[in-house]
């Protein structure tokens, strides 16, 4: 470090440090603590994840502290990232009132000090480092995103001591400096890491489909990206879109994470392209599947590192990247502009020993500068040696004070029962429409319905799945009274409804059940592909039937992608609003765009405000004519298989008959279909705890929370509240209370 940065460093370093509340006597003892903005979507919580991870691999203690950045949206959760590795143990939440004691505190993201936090625990640490992970301000913004020489100050006011300062790239650095001259900091940049092995893929020529193109072998090379769909992660003119991301039948182009800024300026995407939404496939398996990263964005935006290129040299993939970023990634990656990213694809697959070599460079610069390892050799000089286990090492992995979830699905897990991949098997029969069409959970089955498939077909169905793959199925269906052996979850079958129970399970086979007409006039490959149009491509996708010699037979199901008009003049004029729309918000000039976003952020209110009123009042009746067909909505959730429906159900409805302030709904078990629909209740279903399997892909807490925000969406609740007891008509039970104070809504 230079002479600045060890004085800044070192200047708390005799003394103990402590700001902030002191309600708490007990003082937590950690190796390191970091602080960031912990819902934070993209590469600052992506960073903060991999450090977390390393450092508890290597024994470091670590706290979590939230901070709120002002360029966050106030209601916006934390990171899923941020609450795994919290739950794992490998890090510690530290709430404001806490005092917490530690070597160093690494702050993620200098906004967090734009003012002095108030929320900011009681902090004893002797150094502090501030780590920049984007410029002060560049060409995009309407302002500063943060003043240097104020965010110094405040944190030397708010902890005692001056910080020291870590970008994590070349054009930080140059931009905090020209920013402030005085500003300590490190020698070396603060570079993103990785862990290498979970990324590598291994590679043998193309992943392209052979049976197409006219290449060596028949590969047709495959273009990627992953990234947000904003225009200032994209080339700005349809010349530089199509010749970096060419809508050639040569080439393949896949993008993860969003298409908005593109679909503007061409009015659509090409043919050749093919768009997976934000979490739809994880990371890793999405650049195994393609040869060629190709990174180019805006040329208004700074790009402070880089992280996605660095996950795609980690995957193996070639990068082809601004020249820029040479400066970042060395001879990793490969340079130039948009025109250039063709001819260097066509020259590397007409090679294969120097596309093999590129592939190499670019791995060994993950090894030697990205690695853990790299990160962990920085951290000693703030932090020291760790004095905690190492997982391995006398201590189970992810042991500590993990926050709570309460979970007992989550016990199988920990006495060493493995996880198991699950299957959706989707039974349609009769019952599926549209999703527009699609009915409700609470309608009663009608003779119609009565066609769909056997009871016995389904058992066989199920038990084929877990003896050929190895999978615990669950049974998608519109039958509230299927028994077969294996989760049930019953209501109406269209996309949305797949869609959501696949994630729900997280179903890595989603199977359409077609028993050749044996209770059922059998399900036709258009309709099967309707039904399951809302999967992302990390799903794989079949049907199942049975031949002449009643053997089983898995198919693989072709997907349903709708696709937007192309051509005429509605499509015409489109595309032309959208070039029109996505120009302005490019290039107005910086005087207009705070006026320009309050106002669409207006017009998207009035918007979002007339949709909900022409939507009506949703699915929920009213049940009694005297409440309004729109008073609020209050969702029961019933957690367990031992709440009586009868009786639970007559009490809600008796308060809501004498407050006429709610419309009652329910997330229950199946057993309460016929209850709820004899009383004209909504209902939709949930697998109680009691039934939950162990060796679920995933936890029961975590399905219940993806059951619920569909619930919540589809039923639009004011309030929710939960319960694992029999309520009693007559009683007053706080649970109705709570129901009742929907009225606050109106």
């Given amino acids: ?110 906004t967090l000090f734009t003012t002095v936090p108030d929320d900011l625990p009681d902090i004893d640490v002797a150094t502090t480092v501030m780590i920049a992970n984007q410029v002060p301000v560049d060409d995009r913004a309407t302002e500063p995103y943060y003043d240097v020489e104020t965010v110094h100050r405040n944190t030397a006011r708010a902890l005692g001591h001056a910080p020291v300062w870590a970008p994590i790239g070349p054009f930080v650095r140059t931009a905090i400096v020209d920013s402030w001259h005085r500003v300590p900091m490190v020698d070396a940049d603060w570079v993103n890491i990785i862990d290498a092995p979970v990324w590598a893929t291994p590679r043998h020529g193309l992943v392209g489909d052979c049976s197409l193109g006219d290449r060596p072998g028949g590969a047709v090379p495959v273009i990627g990206r992953h990234s947000r769909g904003h225009w200032s992660k994209w080339p700005d003119t349809r010349d530089d879109l199509l010749a970096a991301y060419p809508d050639d039948p040569r080439y393949r182009v896949r993008v993860l994470g969003g298409t908005e800024a593109p679909e503007e300026i061409l009015g659509g995407l090409p043919d050749t392209w093919t768009s997976l939404p934000f979490g739809s496939v994880p990371v890793p398996q999405f650049l195994a599947g393609i040869d060629f990263l190709v990174y180019f964005h805006h040329p208004g935006l700074v790009e402070a590192f880089g992280r996605v290129v660095l996950e795609g040299l980690a995957a193996g993939a070639v990068c082809i990247v601004p020249e820029q970023m040479e400066k970042v990634f060395g001879d990793a990656c490969l340079y130039g502009t948009p025109q250039d990213v063709t001819t260097i694809i066509d020259r590397l697959t007409a090679d294969p020993e120097a596309l093999v070599a590129q592939r190499e460079r670019g791995l060994a610069a993950v090894r030697e500068r990205f690695s853990y390892e790299a990160h962990l050799d920085r951290l000693a000089e703030f932090a020291g040696p760790p004095t905690g286990v190492a997982p391995g090492a006398g201590e189970a992995p992810g042991a500590g004070e993990a926050i709570g979830t309460g979970d007992p699905a989550g016990a199988g897990e920990a006495a060493g029962t493995s996880a198991q991949d699950s299957a959706l098997l989707v039974v349609p029969g009769d019952s599926f429409q549209p999703q527009s069409q699609s009915t409700t959970p609470t309608q009663p089955q009608s003779q119609s319905q009565s066609q769909s498939q056997s009871a ?62 044996k209770g059922a006039a059998g399900v036709s490959s258009a309709s099967a592909a309707e039904a399951t149009s809302g999967l992302g491509d990390d799903v794989a996708l079949s049907t199942l039937s049975q031949d002449s010699d009643a053997h089983w037979r898995l198919r693989s199901l072709e997907r349903d992608r709708a696709v937007a008009p192309r051509s005429g003049a509605s499509a015409a004029v489109r595309r032309t609003a959208g070039r029109v729309v996505g120009g ?54 019933v957690t367990s298989d031992a709440v009586d429906a009868e009786s639970t159900l007559d009490a809600v409805l008796a308060q809501a008959q004498i407050t006429s302030r709610f419309r009652p709904a329910v997330l229950a078990p199946r057993s309460w279909v016929d209850a709820a629909n004899r009383r004209g209740v909504f209902i939709e279903t949930l697998l109680p705890v009691q039934q939950w399997d162990d060796r679920a892909a995933v936890q029961w807490t975590d399905y219940l929370d993806e059951r619920l925000r569909e619930t919540v969406r589809r039923t639009d609740a004011a309030v929710v509240t939960a319960i694992d007891r029999t309520l009693v008509p007559g009683d007053r039970d706080p649970v109705l209370t709570i129901l009742t104070a929907t009225a606050s809504r109106r």
């Fill in 456 to 517: 016995d077909a389904v058992a066989e169905a199920v038990a084929w799945l877990r003896s050929a793959l190895d999978v615990s199925p669950v049974v998608c269906t519109p039958r509230h009274d299927l028994v077969v052996g294996a989760p049930v979850e019953s209501g109406a079958v269209d996309a949305r409804r797949v869609a959501h129970l696949a994630r729900a399970h997280a179903a890595a086979h989603v199977v359409v059940l077609d028993d050749g007409g």
């Fill in 1 to 110: 470090m230079t002479g600045d940065t060890m004085a800044g460093a070192q200047a708390g370093a005799g003394a103990s440090t402590r700001v902030g509340s002191t309600r708490d006597d007990r003082v937590r003892e950690f190796d390191v603590i970091m602080a960031t903005d912990c819902r934070f979507p993209g590469g600052s919580t992506a960073s903060v994840v991999e450090e977390i991870e390393a450092q508890h691999r290597a024994g470091f203690r670590t706290a979590l502290i939230h901070l709120p950045s002002p360029v966050q949206r106030s209601r916006r959760p934390f990171a899923q990232r941020i609450i795994d590795v919290l739950r794992a143990g490998k890090a510690q939440l530290v709430l404001p009132h806490e005092r917490v004691r530690a070597r160093t505190l690494l702050v993620r993201h200098p």
């Fill in 584 to 637: 302005a918000r490019r290039h107005a000039p910086q005087w207009a765009r705070p006026a320009a976003k309050h106002a669409l952020s207006t017009v998207g209110a009035v918007r979002d405000w007339g949709a909900r009123r022409a939507a009506g009042p949703g699915p929920v009746p009213p049940v009694y004519s005297h409440v309004a067909p729109d008073a609020p909505v209050g969702l029961l959730v």
